[in-house]
């Protein structure tokens, strides 16, 4: 994942002594940087960049390999935007069991204790609360089939994920199996 930090940032703060009017260009490392203002309400002027990619005002930009971007031109993230339910199946699942849960206590608050995650209690965590007096019946079929179908893309992710182990596992038994072969046909002297 690539944040802010890991490139060379410029600042708007560091260049506002330098412009002396908004048609000004700026040559850094040989890129063109251009600027525009806006006028705060409480009077003066504001000075930004202008993305060389978008075209919008920026108060940060970013080289990225040889380019000069904003961070949503250049894709990066902050650093407290490390999200691994993105990117491992793992955290996703157990992301989906903490929304099932989630979903499943709302929808009727007196049956909270029964709720139990899929993920620990297997059938049991299928347990669906009753309509509580009050909600209309089309309100709790809806909430109802969003459970359903978060708790559908829980067991498609699992099925995805023991596809994915049974195929390391075969590779690596194809790996092992041709290691041994080689192995087989070397003569040791000893």
């Known amino acids: 994942m690539r944040t802010i930090k890991d490139y060379k940032q410029l600042n708007i703060k560091d260049f506002v002594f330098l412009i002396s009017s908004a048609k000004d260009i ?21 000075y930004w960049f202008v993305c060389p990619v978008c075209d919008k005002r920026k108060g940060t930009l970013y080289v ?3 380019v000069m971007a904003c961070r949503e031109c250049a894709k990066l993230q902050y650093s407290l935007q490390d999200n691994k339910v993105n990117r491992d199946p793992f955290y996703k ?22 709720v139990c995650s899929v993920l620990l209690c297997g059938e ?20 109802a089939a969003y459970i359903d179908s978060l708790t559908n893309k829980m067991y498609n992710l699992v099925k995805v994920m023991i596809i994915g182990r049974q195929k390391q596992a075969y590779e690596m038994d ?4 041709t290691v041994l ?6 003569k040791f002297i000893g």
């Open 26 to 46: 700026i040559r850094y490392n040989g890129h063109k940087i251009q600027f525009t203002t806006t006028s705060p309400n409480y009077g003066g002027v504001r």
């Open 64 to 66: 990225v390999r040889s």
């Open 93 to 114: 699942l157990m992301h989906y069991d903490r929304i099932v849960m989630k979903a499943k206590r709302e929808l009727n608050p007196q049956q909270e204790l029964l």
């Open 124 to 143: 049991l965590g299928g347990f669906m609360p009753d309509k509580p007096k009050g909600m209309h019946w089309n309100t709790y079929v809806h909430k």
């Open 174 to 177: 194809q790996h092992y199996a």
């Open 181 to 186: 072969s080689e192995q087989g046909n070397k």
